[in-house]
């Protein structure tokens, strides 16, 4: 079955860098995803890889998949408080056909403290 | 509009009664979908159209459930009888064709307090 896990919470001091990490189940999963929740808002789309990529890099933010272990993490470089929010990782199992309905994990909350 | 917008943001009934939430995409995106964000649960896929095509509903959890989407734009998710299980955040979201790697658009949500 189709299954994403999470951490549910993260805390890093400002200027670190934060790594929020997922796992999921489904081999067969062709995008995973990266989405930001803030308080009161929709999910924005942070970014995305294919899965026969390993790593992907946009300006401070690196995703890393491991296919094997079916592990998927985000790295965020010198975080900010504006980072402050639920990440959720995502998949789209290939067997879902058409379409692009997704599998959401849990979500992790990163808190930024200064 | 500029992004994916729904209505009410906020939605407190009581038990029983049935109500509706409405979901308006951007224009000109073909597909629509529906979650549910229930607290410790994540997000969960509940119904998905596209198109003229007949919607997925594969994740509505009971019959009490249902969505439509008319005219190919709005859509309306309806909760019949609710229930306090059905208390959530329901979010929205388009994209433009609805293909793989097409990125989804949310909405802010329609928080759903069923007393």
């Known amino acids: 079955g189709e299954d994403v896990e999470q951490s549910l919470f993260l805390s890093v001091r400002e200027g670190d860098s934060s790594v929020i990490n997922c796992t999921y189940t489904?081999?067969?999963?062709?995008?995973l995803y990266w989405y930001k929740q803030e308080p009161g808002a929709g999910l924005q789309l942070l970014t995305y890889i294919f899965s026969n990529m390993d790593m992907k890099q946009d300006q401070r933010l690196t995703v890393l998949l491991n296919k094997k272990d079916k592990h998927l993490s985000l790295r965020i470089a010198d975080t900010q408080t504006g980072d402050s929010a639920i990440y959720f990782c995502a998949e789209k199992p290939r067997l879902t056909g058409g379409g692009n309905k997704l599998t959401f994990g849990t979500g992790t909350q990163l808190k930024v403290e200064l | 509009g500029a992004g994916v917008s729904q209505s009410p943001s906020n939605k407190v009934t009581e038990k029983g009664k049935d109500v509706e939430l409405r979901c308006d995409p951007i224009?000109?995106?073909?597909?629509l979908y529906w979650y549910r964000q229930s607290l410790g649960q994540g997000l969960e896929f509940l119904i998905y159209f596209q198109g003229n095509s007949a919607p997925d509903k594969s994740g509505l959890p009971s019959d009490r459930f249902s969505a439509e989407r008319t005219g190919g734009s709005v859509s309306t998710l309806t909760i019949q009888r609710t229930q306090q299980e059905d208390s959530a955040v329901y979010l929205c979201?388009?994209?433009?064709?609805?293909?793989?790697?097409?990125?989804?658009?949310f909405g802010p949500g329609t928080r759903l307090t069923v007393l």
């Open positions: 224009s000109g995106h073909t597909a």
């Open positions: 979201a388009s994209s433009l064709t609805g293909t793989s790697g097409d990125t989804q658009y």
């Open positions: 489904d081999s067969s999963s062709t995008y």
